[in-house]
Nanobody, 132 residues
Framework: VQLQASGGGLAQGGGSLRLSCAAS????????IAWFRQTPGKEREGISS?????????????YYADSVKGRFTMSSDIMKKTVYLQMNSLKPEDTAVYYC?????????????????????WGQGTEVTVSS
């Protein structure tokens, strides 16, 4: 699995950005793919995750951190093998390096989707800066 994140940049507070993560070698119907972010000196924070699992217990869910709920939307385009993170109503505290991550070992569930250690594959980060 290889992940390539893009779309970061500079935005004004209240503005929008859309991040993309191209995922090659990943089976979207059976796995978890997520967005994390990190600022210097802080642990990587889970932002959103899409979990799809056909084996029992089956799942098709999207999770969000409370800090972004209602402002960020994660989606996937299976044909393009790409996931997106639409970020609206951006705040200066959203400034961070954003990473996409994936798991294909069925290790990610609703109880641990935001834990960085649950994911095996990571893309390079894309930097987002939000000015006030």
């Amino acid at each position: 699995v290889q992940l390539q994140a893009s779309g970061g940049g500079l935005a004004q507070g209240g503005g929008s950005l859309r991040l993309s993560c191209a995922a090659s070698g990943f089976t979207f119907d059976d796995g978890a793919i997520a967005w994390f972010r990190q600022t210097p000196g802080k642990e990587r924070e889970g932002i959103s995750s899409i979990i799809r699992r056909r084996i029992m217990p089956s799942e098709d869910s999207t999770y969000y951190a409370d800090s972004v709920k209602g402002r960020f939307t994660m989606s996937s385009d299976i044909m393009k093998k790409t996931v997106y993170l639409q970020m609206n109503s951006l705040k200066p505290e959203d400034t961070a390096v954003y990473y996409c991550a994936a798991d294909d070992r069925f290790a990610v569930y609703g109880s641990n989707w935001a834990k960085h250690w649950a994911y095996d594959y990571w893309g390079q980060g894309t930097e987002v800066t939000v000015s006030s």
